[in-house]
Antibody, heavy 117, light 107 residues
Framework: EVQLVESGGGLVQPGRSLKLSCLAS????????MNWIRQAPGKGLEWVAS????????YYADTVKGRFTISRDNAKNTLYLQMTSLRSEDTALYYC??????????WGQGTLVTVSS | DIQMTQSPSSISVSLGDRFTITCRAS??????LSWYQQKPEKSPKLMIY???NLEDGVPSRFSGSRSGSDYSLTINSLESEDTGIYFC?????????FGSGTKLEIK
């Protein structure tokens, strides 16, 4: 069974940093591209970043480019999102998701990031 | 960037009725379009992939179709468990973009 478990969320002040993790199991992590997607309270879904299976290809939404860094450790089956210079508008539930040719086939349960002073 | 224009934003439908949601793509995305259902406090769930394919385990009353740049999700004979918010996603090109969502309620 595919499982994606996010962690690392919390309350952080504007301008500070936070690192999210997503531990994957139930599939061969190193074979799949992974993504971060966020959802602000009461709002829709926003794709944040993607990383290919071997980290060769990385993409970011313009809203986070230059502030967020996606990475992965295939030996640890873990996806990361390093977030810096956080803003109030980054407040959201952050999901990691496995992408296949079908789209986002599997999602984690999300980890909440709240940016507030 | 590819814009996905989703409509309606919300709707109330009677049990047993047929209901259709549409996403219009601003550029060609081929069939790289998927549909997701999100229940309150839950993660989104893949329902339809590559525009017309039913994901395993999804009831057959759900279907997807395409007409040019318009992509539709149809629910035949609505059941109470179908309430939630539905999103489309294009994954043809980065940045990946979602539709704004359709909130489906039972009348």
């Amino acid at each position: 069974e595919v499982q994606l478990v996010e962690s690392g969320g919390g309350l952080v002040q504007p301008g500070r940093s936070l690192k999210l993790s997503c531990l994957a199991s139930g599939f061969t992590f190193s074979n799949y591209g992974m993504n971060w997607i966020r959802q602000a309270p009461g709002k829709g879904l926003e794709w944040v970043a993607s990383i290919s299976s071997s980290s060769s290809y990385i993409y970011y939404a313009d809203t986070v480019k230059g502030r967020f860094t996606i990475s992965r450790d295939n030996a640890k089956n873990t996806l990361y999102l390093q977030m810096t210079s956080l803003r109030s508008e980054d407040t959201a539930l952050y999901y990691c998701a496995l992408i296949t040719t079908k789209g986002f086939a599997y999602w984690g349960q999300g980890t909440l990031v709240t940016v507030s002073s | 960037d590819i814009q996905m224009t989703q409509s309606p934003s919300s709707i109330s439908v009677s049990l047993g009725d047929r209901f259709t949601i549409t996403c219009r793509a601003s550029q060609d995305i081929g069939n790289y379009l998927s549909w997701y259902q999100q229940k309150p406090e839950k993660s989104p769930k893949l329902m339809i992939y590559r525009a017309t394919n039913l994901e395993d385990g999804v009831p057959s009353r759900f279907s997807g179709s395409r007409s040019g740049s318009d992509y539709s999700l149809t629910i035949n004979s609505l059941e109470s468990e179908d309430t939630g918010i539905y999103f489309c996603l294009q994954h043809k090109q980065y940045p990946l973009t979602f539709g704004s969502g359709t909130k489906l309620e039972i009348k």
